[in-house]
């Protein structure tokens, strides 16, 4: 019997560009595959470069350390697990390389107060700048001023409009988006035996990668799954995207009493699909989401509604992000994108997951939840 594709058309297209065969037993060889290979493109078409391949020699680090540079953390939102794990990297890494890190920002998803933060930041004239724009229209002509300016910007998965890389920037760090919602795609499959109905919760804004994570996860259930049906979608917009998750999955819940599953765009909607699920009385229901939260984390290990994710690894990606800052400052070429690959997730892998992920054990709720 011929082996079916079971990566979806573009994730497949994506192996055969770069070689590799994209044929496989079953989701678990898929999967296998998906935390080694990275599917995604950058955010203006780039091929990816390993973050295995960025380093620095000896001799460079002493050259940055004795620059005796300065760097800014401008987040979109700094609340949640994926930005402390990127913070507490930056920091160590930055440590390591001599550079002190005079500003970390919070915009709360909220683009006209990143442009009042990255203004602010300006103010104390860092050399590097690590951001995550919240809106790469809105913020584009304040990460202008601050590369007029002469600073050194470095981007996490989004970039501004009308922005190039080694030109306005340096270069975007990002975990494999679009192989994460691929990843995703066949945790649920093998959640539901490969048939049932999928809700999605999706997120509404203009946002590169997380749109990236809805095209991976959809294309691979329509390309794969010919008896799993996806019966619903459901936008949120923010800034409490929890929230808006319990009224989106909610609506999915009423509209369509039958649906198996839902899929939530990352961690904190998927606290809202939960809290959905529980006032509905759907304890059967299966959620699958992207990122490794402490909650999302809880609620796997009990035996829970939530049966699989895919993650990002936010404290490697975080630990990239300075070193290709140290290649900024001493005018070493680096790639434009830079992706990790993804990290699937289920309760059987958990704890080594969540060691690998944010280089530190589990959380004591964590291993205390864990049946």
């Not at 589990?362 to 939840?369: D, L, N, P, W, Y």
């Amino acid at each position: 019997m011929k082996k079916r594709t079971l990566l979806g058309a573009a994730a497949a297209l994506s192996l055969l560009m770069s070689g590799i065969s994209p044929t496989f037993a079953g989701p678990d060889e898929a999967l296998k595959m998906l935390a080694t290979t990275v599917l995604s493109k950058g955010p203006n078409g780039e091929m990816p470069s390993s973050a295995a391949d960025i380093s620095l020699t000896s001799e460079e680090l002493a050259k940055i350390k004795a620059m005796k540079a300065t760097a800014a953390l401008v987040f979109h939102y700094a609340g949640n697990d994926w930005s402390q794990a990127q913070l507490a990297a930056l920091k160590h890494q930055f440590s390591e390389m001599g550079i002190e890190v005079i500003a970390v920002t919070d915009a709360g998803f909220k683009p006209e107060k990143q442009v009042s933060d990255i203004e602010t930041v300006l103010a104390q004239k860092p050399d590097i700048i690590v951001s995550i724009p919240t809106d790469a229209v809105a913020t584009a002509a304040a990460y202008r001023a601050a590369f007029e300016q002469g600073v050194k910007l470095i981007f996490m998965d989004n970039v501004p409009a009308g922005f190039t890389a080694g030109k306005e920037y340096i270069s975007s760090v990002s975990a494999d988006n679009y192989g994460n919602g691929v990843a995703a795609a066949h945790l649920a499959a093998k959640a539901l035996g490969s048939k049932g109905k999928v809700g999605l919760v999706f997120h509404a804004a203009d946002f590169f990668v997380t749109r990236q994570r809805f095209d991976g996860f959809k294309d691979t259930i329509k390309s794969d799954y010919p008896n799993i049906e996806i019966i619903a979608e459901q936008g949120i917009g923010g800034p409490d995207f929890s929230g808006d998750a319990e009224k989106a999955a909610g609506a999915i819940l009423v509209s369509n009493s039958d649906v198996d599953a839902i899929w939530a765009v990352w961690d904190v909607p998927a606290e809202g699909v939960l809290a959905a699920a529980r006032a509905a009385d759907r304890k059967d229901l299966v959620i699958i989401t992207m990122d490794l939260g402490e909650n999302v984390a809880i609620e796997m290990a009990r035996g829970g509604m939530i049966k699989g994710l895919a993650s990002q690894r936010p404290y490697d990606q975080g630990i990239t992000e300075a070193l290709l800052a140290g290649y900024a400052l001493i005018g070493k070429k680096a790639p434009a994108y830079v992706a990790l690959p993804a990290a699937p997730v289920t309760k059987d892998n958990l704890l080594a997951a969540w060691k690998e992920i944010y280089h530190a054990e589990a959380t004591a709720k964590i291993k205390k939840s864990m049946k």
